[in-house]
């Protein structure tokens, strides 16, 4: 077997943690001399995510392809599928690896048609939260766990970002019958640089996607909570776009805030970290997500959610970590904020973020599996 692969990352949504993901992985794939390629939606993305493309394409050698493919499973998935395994069976991959939960169906299951025609490709999956944030009393869970079921008999590795994401997966789909790996997402070196706000900074910034998810509204609940408890209102930056987006400008809105938060549409996290003193993640659910990782590389003090894997990154005990509960994160917030100089002494250190979050530590594990799952 030779050492250098063809690899095609598939996907459905091009934008924030999954794609984050894919833009380091293939990065440094290709780095290692690796032939890389990208299917995913055409749908989703805006501006920001186009500059993202456009700064990709002339380094991956398989392409950028992107194909219209639906969130949600419907009549139009039998189109997408038969269009998004026409452009793979081109790309001739040896190495297929599907993210998130339609990126992982596709994946698996071209990669298994491609075996039907003799081609040896290695079929991986990384579910990235994904359908595992389903709950597994209701219908909708019961079905999309028997459907991860079936599939893991497609499926040659399972990657996990989180060990949180592991312990979900035997917990709701069942004990992994084929092998599985943990491999934290990874900065670059680059990243690791402290990054010190402009003067005029705001006191609290959001950076992430628009939607309940997320926790944006727990966020500005919590900022009409806190600022009484301070005797001065906060000010915030919330930087992102979605859906739900109009919703939260009417709360804001609403609770008589509109003075004191500024929405800004999705830009680079280490230029939205000039923007405010404080960030605060306040997610109801999460894998691995790259906005913490990127915000302790970058030396900013931040207040996130005990959710996902979040608690692997700080340490399940730290006092930066709350539950995504207005009441609770507001009352953070006056903490933090009374002396940042002291609350930031919370954050994990350099040295122990580098050993275990690096691009170059992600890239090797997830390598390793490439060639152990063609060894098989």
């Known amino acids: 077997m030779a050492d250098k692969l063809r690899i095609v990352h598939c996907f459905r949504s091009p934008v924030g943690g999954i794609f984050r993901h894919v833009r380091d992985l293939t990065e440094a794939q290709v780095a290692a001399g690796h032939m890389v390629g990208i299917v995913c939606d055409s749908t989703t993305g805006g501006e920001f995510e186009e500059r993202l493309f456009e700064q990709m394409k002339d380094v991956l ?35 297929l690896h599907g993210h998130g939960a339609k990126g992982g169906a596709y994946a ?59 312990l979900t997966y035997r917990r709701k789909v069942g004990e992994p019958p084929i ?5 934290y997402n990874g900065l670059r070196a680059t990243e690791f640089e402290p990054v010190v706000p402009r003067a005029d900074a ?22 009409a909570l806190a600022g009484p408890r301070l005797g001065r ?23 008589g805030l ?31 997500p790259y906005i913490v990782l990127e915000t302790l590389a970058a030396a900013r003090p931040m207040i ?20 995504p509960d207005p009441t609770e994160l507001a009352d953070k917030m006056s903490q933090a904020l009374t002396d940042l100089a002291a609350y930031s002494k919370l954050m994990p250190d350099d040295a122990s973020l580098r050993s275990r979050f690096g691009a170059d530590v992600m890239a090797a594990e997830i390598e390793k599996a490439y060639f152990a799952a063609l060894d098989k």
């Not at 609290?204 to 727990?218: A, E, S």
């Not at 996130?304 to 930066?320: D, K, L, M, N, R």
């Open 61 to 95: 050698a398989l392409g950028i392809h992107r194909t219209p493919m639906q969130r949600h499973v419907g009549l139009g998935d039998l189109a997408s599928a038969r269009r998004t395994y026409r452009i793979i069976k081109e790309l001739k991959p040896n190495v």
């Open 108 to 166: 698996r299951l071209f990669g298994s048609l491609l075996r039907v025609s003799r081609s040896r490709v290695a079929r991986l999956y990384s579910p990235h939260g994904g359908s595992l944030h389903y709950d597994e009393s209701t219908v909708t869970g019961k079905l999309f766990f028997a459907l991860e079921r079936i599939m893991a008999r497609f499926t040659d590795c399972l990657l996990f970002v989180s060990d949180y994401e592991r």
């Open 179 to 183: 092998p599985n790996t943990l491999a």
């Open 202 to 223: 705001a006191d609290l910034l959001y950076i992430g996607m628009m939607r309940d998810l997320k926790g944006p509204d727990i966020f500005i609940d919590a900022l």
């Open 233 to 255: 209102a906060l000010s915030a930056v919330m930087v992102g776009d979605g859906d739900d987006l109009p919703r939260y400008h009417a709360q804001v809105k609403r609770l």
């Open 258 to 288: 509109e003075g004191h938060v500024r929405f800004l549409p999705p830009m680079p996290a280490r230029e939205a970290f000039l923007l405010a003193a404080l960030v605060v993640v306040p997610s109801r659910a999460e894998a691995m």
């Open 304 to 323: 996130a959610t005990a959710v996902g894997g979040i608690p692997e990154i700080f340490g399940s005990s730290s006092p930066a970590l709350i539950r």
